[in-house]
């Protein structure tokens, strides 16, 4: 299990890292394109998320969360910074598609679309995101399937 664990840490890195080769922008002020740091919320208890900002509006988003299961996640992500206006920092409200794939026992996979609502500090000395976010998402499993809805919050530093 521990060999499992230190492979998917690194596919995670590897998958959001290779993003910065490509990516044209970052909203975050001070920062990079990437963004790496805590989630918690279900499905899992808690995770290590990141971030990769195609552009100033798209980025992608993963996370290995933990407790009882393993579950890998991957979403695409459209930010809208635009529908709430704050004095200082950007508040994106955020809509996205993505997948699950719980990996301990028996396999499943789910369907799911996170949104959300983050806040991006303007501080250069700052380059922090906290989030929160509601995801419906329907799991398949061999039995057959399941609809749920789960919460997270979060924060990333961007590098």
Do not use: C
């Given at each position: 299990m521990k060999h499992f664990l230190r492979i998917s840490f690194l596919i995670l890195a590897l998958a959001l890292s290779a993003g910065t080769v490509w990516a044209d922008g970052s909203p975050v002020v001070g920062g990079g394109n990437f963004g790496l740091g805590l989630d918690f919320?279900?499905?899992?208890?808690?995770?290590?998320?990141g971030k990769v900002w195609v552009d100033d509006k798209n980025a992608f988003q993963g996370a290995i969360k933990?407790?009882?299961?393993?579950i890998l996640q991957l979403d695409y992500l459209w930010h809208d910074f635009d529908l709430i206006k704050?004095?200082?920092?950007?508040?994106?409200f955020y809509v996205g598609v993505g997948?699950?794939?719980?990996?301990?026992?028996?396999?499943?996979?789910a369907?799911?679309?996170?949104?959300?609502?983050?806040?991006?500090?303007?501080?250069?000395?700052?380059?922090?995101?906290?989030?929160?976010?509601?995801?419906?998402?329907?799991?398949?499993?061999?039995?057959?399937?399941?609809?749920?809805?789960?919460?997270?919050?979060?924060?990333?530093?961007?590098?």
């Open positions: 919320g279900d499905p899992g208890t808690w995770g290590a998320t933990f407790s009882g299961n393993t704050v004095e200082h920092g950007a508040m994106p997948g699950d794939l719980a990996v301990n026992g028996a396999v499943a996979v369907g799911r679309v996170p949104i959300g609502l983050s806040y991006l500090f303007e501080k250069a000395d700052v380059p922090v995101e906290i989030f929160v976010e509601a995801v419906p998402t329907i799991w398949f499993y061999s039995g057959g399937a399941q609809f749920d809805v789960y919460g997270d919050l979060g924060g990333r530093y961007y590098f």
